[in-house]
Structures are given as C-alpha cells and as structure tokens.
C-alpha cells in the first residue's frame, strides 16, 4: 500500500480528503501567522510525467514484477486522436483509474523536498 506514504500535507486525489479539508489547513496556518499561500497549477501534469522514472518510482514500494508490467502497459496504452491510434511513452492517461496514485506517487518527491528544506506547509492540492 502506497497511500501511508504521502505527506501528511497532500490533499490531491486522497481518500477521506478533500479541497474543502485543504482549505481550513490553510486558514489554521493564517492563524499561526503565516502570510502567504501559493497555488500551483502544473501544465499538462498527467501529459508529461516521465514514465521511466514513474515505473522506478513504483518499483520501490511494489515488487511483484507482473504488477510492474501491468502498471507499465497501463502506461504505454495510447490513445486515440481524431479516430487514430497514438502511442503513448509519456504521461498517463487522464481519468485512468490508476493516474491519481501515480501523479501522488510522482509528486511525493517533491512533497518531501519541499519539506526538507523547510517549504512552509508543504502542498496541499495536486
């Protein structure tokens, strides 16, 4: 299981979280005197993972090399363009049942450097 994992301050995509939760995180923060709050929309997120970094991400937490296979043809499925097939080798695709995870999985990095060196709360939507 992945989802223990994640920072306690990542709200995207989370079970029992919501944006509404993310909020009143921030306004506590208000409170504790902090004066700024910073939002992130990442372009073309789910577009432009890396999937060979993704598929090394995964393989950390899961070790059974037929999930891995799965998780990699998920990856590669394409899509369909104008009634065409389109191969896909990067991103994931949106609305995939397993893209939330794997965008959570992708940005944990960031959520622990972001901590680390001592970004105010972390991030608190995806």
Do not use: W
């Not at 073309?44 to 090394?56: E, P, S």
């Not at 191969?87 to 999985?105: D, F, R, V, W």
Request: one cysteine or more; proline letters at 3%.
């Amino acid at each position: 299981m992945i989802e223990p994992i994640f920072s306690d301050c990542s709200y995207g995509y989370r079970p029992n979280r919501s944006a509404q939760q993310a909020v009143k995180r921030v306004q506590q923060y208000a409170e504790e005197g902090y004066t700024y709050a910073v939002s992130l929309d990442l372009s073309k997120y789910f577009d432009t993972m890396n999937q060979h970094m993704l598929l090394n991400m995964v393989r950390v937490h899961v070790k059974d090399k037929r999930v891995i296979q799965l998780i990699k043809k998920f990856l590669r499925s394409g899509l369909m363009d104008n009634n065409r097939f389109v191969k896909t080798t990067e991103g994931t695709p949106q609305g995939g049942n397993l893209s939330p995870i794997l965008a959570n999985l992708y940005l944990d990095a960031f959520d622990k450097e972001f901590e680390r060196i001592g970004g105010v709360r972390g991030r608190l939507f995806n």
